[in-house]
């Protein structure tokens, strides 16, 4: 590793770790759920060969599930920048999203108001408004500019009011890969009095997330989406998690963050996110706690990642009648695009039968897909991973039958 040039990945040996690249796909479909190392498989598969009980200290089997829950927050904590007694499990971000909204909305009333935005997938979203509108609330809705993607400070100071309890925002758009400046946002909804939740599914693939610097009250990602199994994360400040009663069952504990955790948990799934974020510390050599390893790996990524990302959108341009929709100045290594008389759909299906998983859509990113002129059909989504290689770019390329440099 060169001081000058950066924290390196040895892509290759990353790819050896992953059974089901052996398939030979060219895989772009990353941002709807990456492929899985032999680690993580190793993990779950351990888990459940072993003894395994509900928690506790009595037995083997107790102080196995518990310990895997104890190195499963404390992973996440490091992965977030959060601290572990306040990372809260779930199914899926969407379903700890839904169960947030309820809890937060059991204080909220005609009068109030939540800010949602139109760049977000719609998990950060719908829940938040259909909370808001169970208890007469009302929904403002920030938008983005369609033509630079860019979702600025401007964009949600102009729905803010003294009225506002909670904004909800995106670290990175799943679509378009837009990245808004969440610090800047976060400054501007704290000065209204108002809570700040960002969705960081999307971003936590791609960037080092903290809890704190980011200035999110609260915040969800998905282990399936860094090489982890499915499975929903959330975390907040410790202060904001005491202070919330969610529902849940009378003799269930009603510590933090137990209390948000609805019946027992899947030792097996969390132990393959321990194993994703590990995984994630140890792709650049180096000593240091896994915190500082996660810094150094992201580091790592983004380079490799945006220099395959700019080896694409410079082959897209080549192509006639194709429209880039991901044009904002800071964002992830994810293009959506559409070609000029051919149903994404079908740009697709003409992939996927030369051995490149491109999927179209608008992948739950509802409102932003509409807002880009879209609809439904959305447009082709090509999202990068660690194991994304150049090979994998000139086949996507030559599929297209993009003019070569």
């Known amino acids: 590793m060169s001081s000058e040039t950066g924290p390196t990945l040895d892509v290759q040996a990353i790819r050896a770790c992953f059974p089901a690249l052996k398939a030979g796909t060219a895989r772009f479909d990353g941002p709807g759920g990456t492929q899985v190392p032999q680690q993580v498989v190793d993990a779950i598969s351990e888990t459940l060969i072993r003894p395994l009980a509900n928690r506790g200290t009595l037995t083997e089997a107790a102080r196995n599930a518990e310990a895997i829950v104890a190195g499963a927050r404390s992973a996440l904590a490091d992965l977030l920048g959060a601290e572990a007694g306040a990372v809260v499990f779930g199914r899926s971000a969407t379903q700890l999203v839904y169960d947030l909204a309820r809890t937060l909305a059991k204080d909220w009333g005609p009068g109030d108001e939540v800010v949602v935005s139109r760049l977000d997938h719609d998990s950060n979203i719908r829940p938040w408004v259909q909370a808001a509108e169970a208890v007469g609330a009302t929904v403002r809705w920030a938008d983005f500019d369609p033509g ?4 600025d400070a401007g964009h949600i100071e102009a729905v803010l009011s003294g009225r506002t309890r909670l904004v909800a925002v995106t670290a990175a758009s799943n679509l378009i890969g837009t990245c808004p400046d969440v610090p800047a946002l976060a400054d501007l909804v704290h000065g209204a009095g108002a809570l700040l939740h960002v969705d960081a599914v999307h971003y936590a693939s791609h960037a080092t997330v903290d809890l704190t610097a980011l200035g999110a009250d609260t915040l969800v990602c998905s282990p399936y989406k860094f090489l982890g199994p499915h499975l929903g994360v959330l ?24 209390r948000f955790e609805l019946g027992t948990l899947p030792y097996e799934l969390l132990a393959g996110a321990t194993a994703a974020v590990d995984f994630l510390a140890g792709l650049v050599p180096g000593a240091g706690t896994r915190r500082e390893r996660l810094g150094r790996t992201f580091t790592a990524l983004t380079s490799h990642e945006d220099r395959l ?10 192509l006639g009648g194709v429209t880039v929709h991901s044009r904002a100045a800071r964002r992830t290594p994810t293009t959506l695009f559409t070609l000029a008389g051919r149903d994404s759909g079908e740009v697709s299906r003409h992939l996927a039968a030369r051995g490149v998983d491109a999927p179209a859509g608008s992948f739950y990113a509802w409102e932003a897909s509409r807002r880009l002129g879209l609809g439904e059909e959305g447009g082709v989504r090509v999202g990068l991973a660690p194991y994304s290689c150049d090979d994998d770019v000139d086949r996507l390329l030559n599929a297209l039958d993009v003019p070569r440099r």
């Open 148 to 151: 630079t993607g860019e979702l």
């Open 235 to 258: 975390t907040g400040r410790p202060e904001l998690l005491h202070s919330l009663r969610p529902d849940k069952l009378l003799p269930s504990s009603d510590a933090v963050p137990e």
């Open 309 to 318: 990302r700019d080896r694409i959108e410079e082959g897209l341009a080549s």
